[in-house]
C-alpha cells in the first residue's frame, strides 16, 4: 500500500502577521485590487507548503486555504451559489464576497458555528431545484501551483455529506440531503480530473459525524463513498472525521471502498478501542490523531504514542496525524514573549507540526528524544494551585445561584427603569476609530501616559453617549473604546490567564482573534469595568448598560487548562465576574449585560453530553448574576448559533432579557423560543452587523413586526445582531437611525 504517512489536516491560512485580513480589507475598501489580493494569498500558500515540506511531513495538504470560508468555497466550486447573488452582474470574486458579506440590496448568507468552535462558516442555501456542477477550478490550481514549487500536494474537500448536512433548506419540509444523487457526479468530475492531474490521495471532510446522526443520514454516507469510490480513474481516498469519535459512521466508512481514515482519537477514549476492535480497517491506513489540533498544550508523547499504537495490527498502516485542521490554533509559539516555564508547556501550529513528524518516527521504532516533551508534560502538573480559589469554590451554595422570580423582577424593573414598549440598545461595542486604536497602543507601549489615556477614553465615551442620545437610544453603553477584545480584554486582568501578542486565529473571513490561554486557577485582582461604566453614567441620566464577557464564552475562546474539569474553570471564572456585577450595581449601574454568544458552541456534539453540560453552563451563568437587587436588569446576549438546540439553557440562564442574532434568519429562532415557552424579555437582532450594508426602516419594521407576532410589546426589545466594533461610524449611524425610526413606527402601531 502507498501510504499517507505522518500529515495535518490543514493549517492556518490567515497569515502569521494577518497578512490575507489586511490584503481582504484592503480590497473591501476599494484601496487594491483583485489581482494584489490574489497574489497575497498565492504567496501564503506557498510559504505554508514550503514551510510543511521543510518540517518533514510526508503529506502536505493544500486546499485548505480560504478568501474567506471553506464551506462557501465548497459552494462556489460546485455551482450552488444562490441566483440572487449570480445575477447581481459582478466578478467571480465579488460574487463570493456578495454571498459571504452581503451588499446593500441583497443580504448574505447566514452564518453559524462550525460544530462546536468559534469558527464560523457560511450556511448554503439548496432547494429542490439547485443543481450542482463543477464551475471552479480552485482544487486543481492549488495542486499546480504547489508542483511548481516541486511539492506535491494531498487536496482537501469538504465531504459531500457534511456540505448537505450543513445547508440549509430554502423550502419548507425539504432536506438538503435529498440533493445527494444530484452533487455527487460533480464530485467525481472532480476526483477524475485531479487524478488526471497526478494527484495520488484527496481528503474528503465528514465533520457532520461527530455529532448524532440518523440512520437515514449514514445511508447517505455509505451511498456517497461507495459511488465516489466507482469514479473512473479516481485518486485514493481518505476520510476524516475529526471533532468526536464517529460513532455507528465509523462501521460505515470502515465497510466503504475508501483506502484511508482520519480519527480523532483524543475527545473520547472508548473511540480508540472502537477503531481497533473495527475488523474492517484492515485493509485501510489510519491517520491516528493524537495531536490536538484544537488547544495549544504540548503533547505528551507517552500517551500520543500509546493511543496510535492500540490501532496496530488492526489496520494496514497506522500514521500520526493531527485530530483536526490546525487551523483553530495560533502559527508560532516562538514568536510570543510568554513566561518562558508557560512557553514550555505549550505547542502551536509550528510545534504541532513537528511533534506530528517526531510521532510518527517514534511510531516507526526510529530512535527520537522525547525528553524534553516528557519533562514539560510533567512540569506542567506541578503547577502550584490558588487555594484561596478552591476555598471560595468549595463554599457555594445552592442559593448562589438563584434570583427572586421572574415576575416580580420585572415589576421592580418597569418601577426602576421606565422604560417604553420597544425600548431600542446595542449589544455594547461601538466603531473603534483609528485614533481610538491608537492611543490604546500607545498606551499599552508607554508612549501615552496613564492620565492622558484616561482623558482620551473619557473624550471617547462623551461622543459615543452624546451619539446615542441624539439618535434616541432608550438604553445606552459606553462603547468599549478601552477593550482590545471581548475575552482578551478580562483574561489581562483575571489571574490565571496568559495573552499572546502574535497569536492570531481565524474567526470568520478576516476577522481574527487572540483566545487568551488560560493555565491557571481564576480570580479578579480589582475591578475591570467599573470605572468607565461610572464614567459613562456620570455623563446622562438615561441608563447606562455595563458590559461584561460571561463565563462560558471566556472559556470557549479561550485556550483552557485541560487538567481540571471545564466545570471547575466555569465557576472559578463565574465567581470572578460575580464580583465585577456586583461592584457595578453598587457603582449605580442598574442594566448590567453578561454576554454568553458562545453557549450553543460549547455544547457537546453527542446529545448524551448535553444534560451536563447545561447543567455546568447554567450554573456558572447564574452564579455570575445572582448577586444583585431584583430591581437590577441582567441582559445576556447570543449569537450565530442554532437557538433550538440550547433552549433549555437560555431559558435556564434567567436572564431578564436574552439578545440574540436574528436578522439574517429573518426573526426564525422566535418560533423556537415560542415553542419552549420562553417568557422573559428578548431582544431579536434586527441588524446584521456582519454586513457591510445599512437596512432600510421598513425593513427593520418588518423584522419588528414579526417578532410582535411571537413576543409582546412588554418583551421584546430592538437591537442589532451583535458589537460594532467592526463597523464604521459612516454604517452605523444611518442603521441605527433606521431601527430607532422603526422601533418607534412599530410601538406607536402596537399601542
Known sequence: MNTIGTTILGYPRIGPAR?????????????TGEAELLAVGKDLRARTWRKLRDAGLESIPSGTFSCYDQVLDTAELFG?????????????????FAAARGVQDEPALEMTKWFDTNYHYLVPELGPDSRFRLTGTKPLDEVREARELGIETRPVLVGPVTFLLLSKATRPGFEPLELLDELLPAYAELLSALKAEGVEWVQLDEPAFAAD?????????????????KAPDRPKLLVAGYFGGLGRALGVLARSPVEALAVDLLTEESFVDAVAAEGALRDKEVLAGVVDGRNVWRTD????LELAARLTGTAEHVSVATSCSLLHVPYDVEAENLDPRLTSWLAFADQKVAEVVLLGRALRGEPVDLSAARAAVADRATNA???????????????????????????????????????????????????????????RAGALGEAAYVAEMHAEIDRVVRLQEELGLDVLVHGEPERNDMVQYFAEQLAGFASTEHGWVQSYGSRCVRPPILFGDVSRPSPMTVPWARYAQSRTTKPIKGMLTGPVTILAWSFVRDDQPLADTAL?????????VRDLEAAGLHVIQVDEPALRELLPLRAAGHEAYFAWAVRAFRVATAGVAASTQIHTHLCYSEFGEVLPAIDGLDADVTSIEAARSKMEVLADLSAGGFERGVGPGVYDIHSPRVPGVDEVADLLRTAAAAVTSRRLWANPDCGLKT????????????????AHQVRAELG
Open 80 to 96: 450552488a451559489l444562490p441566483g440572487r447573488f449570480t445575477r447581481l452582474g459582478l466578478s467571480p470574486l465579488d460574487t463570493y
Open 19 to 31: 497578512e490575507l485580513k489586511r490584503a481582504l480589507e484592503r480590497y473591501w475598501a476599494g484601496r
Open 727 to 742: 463597523r464604521g461610524y459612516a454604517e452605523v449611524e444611518p442603521a441605527l437611525r433606521h431601527l430607532v425610526e422603526a
Open 301 to 304: 508523547p507517552d500517551r500520543a
Open 572 to 580: 472559578q471564572v463565574a465567581l470572578a465576574i460575580r464580583d465585577e
Open 213 to 229: 446522526r440518523t440512520t437515514k443520514e449514514l445511508n447517505a454516507l455509505t451511498r456517497a463513498y461507495h459511488v465516489l469510490a
Open 385 to 443: 494551585p490558588d487555594e484561596a480559589v478552591h476555598e471560595r469554590l468549595a463554599a457555594l451554595k445552592p442559593e448562589d445561584a438563584v434570583r427572586e422570580p421572574y415576575a416580580d423582577r420585572a415589576a421592580r424593573q418597569e418601577q426602576a427603569l421606565g422604560l417604553p414598549p420597544l425600548p431600542t440598545t446595542t449589544i455594547g461595542s461601538f466603531p473603534q476609530t483609528t485614533d481610538v486604536r491608537k492611543a490604546r497602543a500607545a498606551h
